[in-house]
């Protein structure tokens, strides 16, 4: 009964003050959200005054550090990434847009290709995949539009930085058949893990699941490996089918790349797709899965080896 009022009341006003409701918790004592959170993720403590995991410092870096911070930011957001990258001499490596809007008003179908993915620019997951624009109308992507521009998605997400950043939705060409995405996990500058992501492109996707409210519309289907900087194997999704990932052949460059990124932050997560023959950044993440990490919470030997690394009294 529920969830049925939920799915009517979705996308409407009176949802979004329902889920600004729900994001009160946070607002009023995030230590305590979060300690509650990370344990029933983790199953131990949150240790907040001499954290020594990774899973906890990125907790400590989203709540104090990352909201205060611009050069996070910008870089969290698609449409001033491009800044960035052009003001790290990255220009060449973002992905190309067709449109930027500031308003759901602003929206004109007409005069975009019959395939376009929509993106909220500060939000993660809020995207609309069109692969045939007649089988959409204007007038039901404006009323999406205008719901994603009143969401406050790093208010709901418990991800202050989202927030910080400039309502906006993004245009970009829609690429068929992308290769694997390498997802670069940056510590203090230095590679942590790296995550590749296997698309199956004949399977809808329900995996790209985003917070229990948000599925990527017109997604596929895809599988997460975890591999180390030598590419042995760390963890992969249980339900990854047998196969073998061998490393690109452009894997210096990527690192090359992902180096130059992570000078200016604790850490990042970059993700590298290749478009039309090309290498791109498509989108940098400072708190990937809100922190509550899957391979982490696999491999805790991990998680205490890259939280050595990270001197967070840095940032603070």
């Known amino acids: 009964m529920i969830d049925s009022i939920k799915q009517i009341l979705r996308g409407t006003p009176i949802y979004v003050l329902y889920k600004n409701l729900q994001a009160k918790p946070f607002e009023i004592n995030p230590r305590n959200f979060i300690s509650n959170k990370y344990k029933q993720f983790y199953g131990t403590e949150m240790d907040f005054s001499t954290p020594q995991k990774l899973s906890e410092k990125i907790q400590l870096l989203k709540i104090y550090y990352y909201p205060n911070c611009e050069r996070v930011i910008q870089a969290t957001d698609k449409y001033t990434l491009h800044t960035f990258l052009k003001e790290k001499s990255l220009a060449r490596l973002a992905v190309p847009y067709l449109q930027v809007y500031d308003r759901s008003e602003d929206f004109d179908i007409s005069i975009l290709p019959q395939e376009f993915v929509l993106k909220k620019t500060n939000a993660s997951g809020l995207n609309l995949i069109v692969k045939d624009k007649r089988n959409i109308t204007e007038k039901e992507i404006k009323k999406k539009?205008?719901?994603?521009?009143?969401?406050?998605?790093?208010?709901?997400?418990?991800?202050?930085?989202?927030?910080?950043?400039?309502?906006?939705?993004?245009?970009?060409?829609?690429?068929?058949?992308?290769?694997?995405?390498?997802?670069?996990?940056?510590?203090?500058?230095?590679?942590?893990?790296?995550?590749?992501?296997?698309w199956d492109w004949a399977k809808k996707g329900q995996s790209q699941r985003v917070n229990d409210e948000f599925i990527i519309e017109g997604h596929s289907k895809h599988y997460r490996l975890h591999f180390d900087k030598e590419w042995n194997l760390y963890w992969k999704d249980n339900d990854t089918p047998a196969i073998e990932i061998s490393k690109p052949d452009n894997f210096e460059y990527l690192k090359q790349i992902s180096k130059k990124v992570a000078e200016d932050f604790p850490v990042v997560r970059v993700d590298f797709n290749e478009i039309n023959g090309e290498v791109k950044i498509s989108e940098l993440t400072f708190t990937p899965a809100n922190g509550y990490l899957e391979i982490l919470k696999q491999r805790p030997d991990i998680d205490i080896a890259l939280g050595k690394k990270l001197r967070i009294e840095d940032y603070f």
């Open 145 to 198: 539009l205008k719901y994603w521009f009143v969401f406050d998605y790093g208010k709901f997400s418990h991800e202050p930085h989202y927030s910080k950043a400039v309502n906006r939705i993004i245009c970009e060409p829609f690429f068929r058949n992308l290769g694997n995405e390498y997802r670069f996990f940056m510590v203090d500058g230095e590679i942590g893990f790296i995550q590749v992501i296997v």
